[in-house]
C-alpha cells in the first residue's frame, strides 16, 4: 500500500485527539459547538419530512434554489444565485475553495493562533501554510499580515490564498471594518484570494453590536466569505455552511465540491433554509444563549475570565456582585460580562504562572486525566498558541459549570 506524499504528515484533529484516551466520566470543554436545543424551525422541517411520502431527490449540485436565495437574503449586500456556493458546511467550503485556487509550492498565509484545518488544507494542496501573527486580543492587525506576505514572497513563494478569521477561533479576536478594507486592498494588490471566515459572526454579545463583514465594508470583490449553520444557528449536525463572493471565484471550487459530495443532503438543506428564513427568531435567542453562557464563566470561575481578559488587554468590568463563589448557582441576567462586547463562545486562556509553555499539551493532559475535563493545547492552533488553552464555553449549562469548577482550581494560588 502506498499513501500519498500530500497526506503523509496530517493526523487527526488535535482537537478530536484530546478525547482519545479520556476516562469516563471526563467533561469536554473542548469541541466548538453549540450545546442548545437545536431551533424550533429545524426540528419542524425535519419532522415535516420524515411524514412525507415519495423519493428523496438529490436536489441540483448548487443546492436548493430556496437555500441559495436564503443564504443570500441573510447576507447584507445584494447577490445573485451564482454568487452563492452552498456546501457541505463550511469545510467543504474550505475544501473547495483551497483546490480551486492553491497551487502547489505556492503560499496559503493563516492566522497563527487559527482553526486548525486552515493548515491542513494548505498542506493538502501542496502548498506552504505560513502563520500571520495577530494583534492584541487576537484582533486583526494587517501590518502583520503584510510582513508575513513580504516573508513569503522574499523565499520565492506567490501568495495563492490568505484567511482571514473573525470573529476568530480560538482566540475570539476581531476584525475592524478599517482593517478589512486595508487587508481587501494588499490582497488585490499581491493577486491574492482572501478568504473570510465569518461563521462567528452572528454570535456577539454586548453593547459593540455585529462585528464588521468583509463584503459590507469592502465590497464583493474584495474576496469569498463563508459562513454556516453549525454555530449561530445551533444545527452543525445537518452540515450545510455557504461560501459567498464573485461568480469567477465560486465557479472552480463549485466543480471541485461537486467532485467531493455532489450537494448537502436533501433533508438538511430543507432545514437549513427553515432557520435562515426565521433568523429573525433564531439568532437573537442564540446570542442569548452565548451571553448565558459568558455569565456563567462570570459566576463560577470569575479568576479565569479576568486573566484571560488581562492577557488580552481587554477591560474587565470585575464580578457582578454575588459572583465569584464558584458555587455552580446559575447567574443572575446581565451578571459579569454581558455589558462587555464579545463574540463567540472560546476563552482563550493562559497557562498558570509557573508552566512552560512548551509544556502546553503536556498540561492540557494533566489538567484531563486528574480533574477529568478536556481542552485544547493552544498549539493545537499553532506555534503562537503555546502557553494557551482553548476552553470552551458553547456545550450545555449544566456540563459547562462541572467543568468551569474542575478546571478553575489549576489556577489558585
Known amino acids: 500500500m502506498t499513501v500519498a506524499a500530500r497526506v503523509g504528515g496530517l493526523a487527526v484533529s488535535p482537537i478530536r485527539r484530546m478525547a482519545v484516551g479520556a476516562r469516563e466520566g471526563t467533561v469536554s470543554l473542548a469541541l466548538g459547538e453549540p450545546g442548545w436545543p437545536m431551533p424550533a424551525p429545524a426540528r419542524r422541517s425535519l419532522e415535516h419530512q420524515g411524514r412525507t411520502g415519495g423519493p428523496l431527490p438529490y436536489g441540483p449540485n448548487s443546492s436548493s434554489p430556496e437555500l441559495v436565495a ?3 437574503g441573510q447576507h447584507g449586500i445584494p447577490l445573485a444565485p451564482e454568487e452563492v456556493m452552498v456546501t457541505s458546511g463550511s469545510q467543504a467550503a474550505l475544501f473547495a475553495l483551497f483546490h480551486a485556487h492553491v497551487e502547489a509550492g505556492s503560499a ?8 486548525v484545518a486552515y493548515r491542513s488544507l494548505a498542506q493538502l494542496c501542496q502548498a506552504h501554510p505560513v502563520g500571520y501573527a495577530l494583534g492584541p486580543g487576537g484582533a486583526l492587525d494587517v501590518d502583520l499580515v503584510e510582513a508575513a506576505l513580504g516573508e513569503a514572497l522574499r523565499s520565492g513563494r ?9 470573529p476568530a477561533n480560538p482566540t475570539g479576536g476581531l476584525a475592524d471594518a478599517e482593517s478589512l478594507r486595508r487587508l481587501a486592498e494588499l490582497c488585490t494588490r499581491h493577486g491574492a484570494v482572501l478568504v473570510s471566515d465569518e461563521v462567528y459572526r452572528d454570535l456577539w454579545v454586548g453593547a459593540g453590536g455585529q462585528p464588521a463583514g468583509l463584503h459590507e465594508v469592502a465590497g464583493l470583490a474584495a474576496g469569498v466569505v463563508l459562513g454556516s449553520v453549525s454555530k449561530a444557528f445551533g444545527a452543525p449536525g445537518l452540515r450545510v455552511g455557504w461560501a459567498v463572493g464573485p461568480a469567477e471565484l465560486l ?15 436533501r433533508p438538511s438543506q430543507d432545514a437549513a433554509t427553515a432557520l435562515l428564513t426565521s433568523a429573525g427568531e433564531v439568532l437573537p435567542a442564540a446570542r442569548r444563549e452565548v451571553a448565558r ?4 464563566l462570570a459566576e463560577v470561575a470569575p479568576e479565569l475570565l479576568a486573566l484571560a481578559d488581562a492577557v488580552a488587554g481587554r477591560p474587565h468590568p470585575g464580578p457582578a456582585a454575588g459572583t465569584g463563589s464558584c458555587s455552580g448557582q446559575q447567574p443572575a ?3 459579569g460580562s454581558r455589558s462587555m462586547s464579545r463574540a463567540g463562545f472560546y476563552l482563550w486562556l493562559p497557562l498558570p504562572a509557573g508552566i512552560d509553555p512548551a509544556g502546553t499539551t503536556a498540561f492540557a493532559l494533566r489538567v484531563r486525566d486528574e480533574s477529568l475535563v478536556t481542552t485544547v493545547p493552544g498549539v493545537a492552533f499553532g506555534p503562537r498558541g503555546a502557553g494557551f488553552l482553548r476552553v470552551s464555553l458553547g456545550g450545555p449549562v449544566e456540563e459547562l459549570v462541572e467543568g468551569l469548577l474542575r478546571l478553575a482550581p489549576w489556577w489558585e494560588g
Open 70 to 72: 436564503a443564504v443570500a
Open 108 to 115: 496559503v498565509l493563516v492566522p497563527d493562533p487559527g482553526f
Open 158 to 166: 506567490p501568495v495563492s490564498v490568505v484567511v482571514v478569521n473573525h
Open 251 to 265: 465557479a472552480p471550487a463549485r466543480v471541485v465540491h461537486n467532485a467531493m459530495t455532489t450537494a448537502p443532503a
Open 293 to 296: 453562557r459568558w455569565e456563567v
Open 333 to 335: 441576567a446581565g451578571a
